[in-house]
């Protein structure tokens, strides 16, 4: 037996101060989360959300509404009036504020939810960060199917909200409390991610939303997201020096991630030091001021004849942050030189890929300041002096065919479209915003508008979506610094769509400045129906012919009145007739500030308008097999283009 020990032994040591933790329910946990959100970059501080945008019904009133007046000023709400309005608001706000904050939107479930679908495609296509928080129904299943519940027959865990996936940059749904802590951290990772970035979706079922839970306080700490801005691979960006260095006749296009990443002087830098002309896609119009001796304009189908010149004999392109949609590769023709190689200056390296491009997945100033240090340290290079003095000429041309568009014979006549720009034009300084998205407009302004900063010229053009003006021009005055006029320019097929946001500027006394171009109906899509040989069928808003109401829409235009539905809604309204009507309203808009519309008629699509046409092709494919004349015809012409499709190697 070894002898007992004499010392006692040791006290256990004392038990560790259980974490502390907080009792809220998810829904108030999400908001007090969110609130102490941050991101950085270059020094900059910004608060991540924002706002929650919400409209409520079953599925958030009791979770995310009872959160939000809990919170108090602790998060800002605003009250929407439809939700996919909600969602191009949120997206305004996120482009201005160069994805460094964002606003989140709350819906109901059902109907609310589903209205989200086509914002957060738009908002996923663009990369531009919004948080979504659809409710959903409930994880527990007590009385299914509850109000507004789908039900999947072949499967019983799926809602009406997984119809949100594929438009989703990230989407979780927090069936437990506790799974929000990491569907939380997630969501902000991604909003925050220039690579990822896009709509993020947490559906919050609404029984789970009312649950309470302990939670670790640390969840509440203040967090700081670094929006990083990711330097090139030293051995990509050296292949970049080479090629540019190469390059006899080289064109850079720059994109939506110039504006993204802050990149307009690290880009004026390079084209000062190079020479190399700067063609713009409709996201990335305003990289360069419209006067820099570089800038070319549009480049596209809806693009200049100076920068599609540059581009069908460019031997390298030079790519910056742009997804290269078809509108700016002519679908596929535009790049005709049978050496033509492609440069991607791109912060994922799925874009920096497209066109078989030599990649330089980097943040679009990052690498460009690089790019530019490179050529320097291997001993310079600048385009031949001809070369720069033929896209100078190219340049004078253009602006010739501008002033023609924006020119006024007489001020008494009803102005045509390009009048109504020029008009606008002639007002603005670097200060004013202009926002549109569908219709006739983007391509004019892609073709005729002098962007004088890099954030006047807000053309959303990703998904085109007719209805995006209104909100956005909401978020975007929202995040622009006050006082600065910020433009909402729609047609009227888009009026009609989305003018519903008109009311959330009156109650948030938001000066917006809305011009609605009345020329009674689809003139766009009328036009490109007639080029496709469908005779503009069904695209003008007019009284059906026919003595009982069957014939085609070629009767009188619809005794629809825009300016007084605007009026209803609570803008002040001027109709402008003629052309000095419109510049004296668009003063007045100018200076207003509470919301004011500025109606003006441009008469019907035969008006005569000195906009230059679509300077490169556009693939809409023509029907192989029709009876009637111009069908026929345009299938041959189409057939002829089509021959003009390249696939870059
Ligand atoms: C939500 C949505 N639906 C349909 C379209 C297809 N589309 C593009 S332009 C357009 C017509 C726009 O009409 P309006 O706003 O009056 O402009 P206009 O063409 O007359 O200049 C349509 C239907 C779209 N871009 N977005
Ligand atoms: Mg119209």
Request: hydrophobic share 45%; proline share 7%; charged share 20%.
């Amino acid at each position: 037996m070894p002898e007992p020990d004499p010392t006692p032994p040791p006290p256990p040591p004392p038990a560790p101060a259980p974490a502390p933790t907080r009792r809220l329910t998810v829904a108030q946990a999400l908001i007090a989360f969110l609130a102490r959100q941050f991101t950085e970059r270059d020094g900059e501080r910004h608060r991540l959300i924002d706002a929650v945008w919400g409209i409520f019904g079953h599925g958030n009133v009791a979770g995310l509404g009872q959160a939000l007046v809990e919170a108090g000023g602790a998060m800002r709400y605003v009250q929407g009036r439809n939700e996919q309005a909600m969602v191009h608001a949120a997206v305004g706000y996120a482009r201005q504020s160069g994805r460094l904050s964002a606003q989140a939107v709350t819906t109901s479930i059902g109907p609310g939810a589903t209205n989200l679908v086509t914002g957060a495609a738009l908002a996923t296509i663009n990369r531009l960060p919004v948080l979504l928080l659809p409710g959903d129904t409930f994880a527990t299943r007590p009385a299914d199917p509850v109000l507004q519940q789908l039900e999947a027959r072949a499967a019983g865990d799926v809602s009406v909200n997984d119809a949100l996936r594929p438009v989703s940059a990230y989407f979780d749904r927090v069936t437990r409390p506790e799974a929000l802590i990491p569907a939380a951290l997630a969501a902000m990772r991604v909003l925050t991610d220039p690579a990822e970035t896009g709509a993020v979706t947490l559906a919050l079922p609404q029984d789970v939303q009312a649950e309470a839970y302990d939670w670790p306080a640390e969840f509440f700490a203040e967090r700081t997201w670094r929006v990083r801005r990711q330097a090139p691979d030293p051995d990509e960006l050296a292949d970049a020096v080479r090629l540019v260095r190469a390059a006899r006749r080289p064109l850079l296009v720059a994109g939506g991630g110039v504006r993204h990443s802050r990149a307009e002087s690290a880009l004026a830098a390079f084209a000062d030091v190079t020479g190399i002309p700067v063609a713009t896609t409709q996201a990335g119009k305003g990289a360069l001021p419209y006067d820099h001796p570089c800038e070319v304009g549009g480049v596209g189908h809806t693009g200049t004849a100076t920068a599609d010149e540059l581009a069908r004999a460019a031997d390298l392109v030079i790519g910056v942050g742009t997804r290269w949609s078809d509108f700016s590769t002519a679908s596929a023709t535009l790049f005709s030189d049978p050496a033509v190689r492609f440069l991607n200056i791109n912060v994922t390296g799925f874009d920096a890929h497209k066109l078989a491009a030599h990649p330089l997945v980097g943040d679009a100033r990052t690498a460009l300041e690089a790019l530019t240090d490179g050529i320097a340290a291997a001993g310079g290079h600048r385009v031949d002096p001809s070369y720069a003095a033929g896209y100078a000429e190219g340049k004078r041309r253009w602006e010739a065919r501008v002033d023609a568009a924006f020119a006024a014979d007489d001020d008494l006549a009803v102005p045509t479209q390009g009048q109504v720009v020029g008009a606008l034009d002639a007002l603005v300084t670097a200060d004013d915003i202009v926002i549109n998205a569908a219709g006739s407009l983007p391509g004019d302004l892609h073709k005729l508008w002098r962007a004088r900063s890099l954030d006047q010229y807000h053309v959303e053009y990703g998904y085109s979506c007719m209805g995006y003006e209104i909100p956005a021009a909401i978020g975007v005055m929202t995040a622009a610094s006050p006082g600065r006029p910020v433009w909402a320019l729609v047609g009227d097929g888009t009026y009609l769509m989305n003018p519903t946001e008109i009311v959330t500027a009156v109650q948030q006394r938001l000066p917006l400045k809305l011009v609605v171009v009345q020329n009674h109906g689809y003139a766009s899509i009328g036009g490109l129906s007639e080029s496709v040989g469908a005779e503009g069928f069904g695209t003008a808003y007019r009284f059906r012919a026919g003595a009982r109401a069957e014939g085609a829409f070629t009767g009188d235009p619809l005794p629809v009145d825009l300016a007084a539905n605007a009026a209803s809604l609570g803008m002040r309204v001027l109709r402008a007739k003629t052309v000095r009507d419109l510049r004296e309203a668009l003063a007045a808009a100018r200076e207003a500030d509470t919301p004011t519309c500025v109606y003006v008629e441009t008469g019907t699509a035969d008006t005569v308008s000195a906009v230059p046409p679509a300077q490169a092709w556009w693939d809409v494919p023509v029907a192989e097999t029709a009876g009637r004349p111009a069908a026929v015809r345009a299938r041959e012409a189409y057939d002829s283009n089509r021959a003009n499709r390249r696939r870059h190697l």
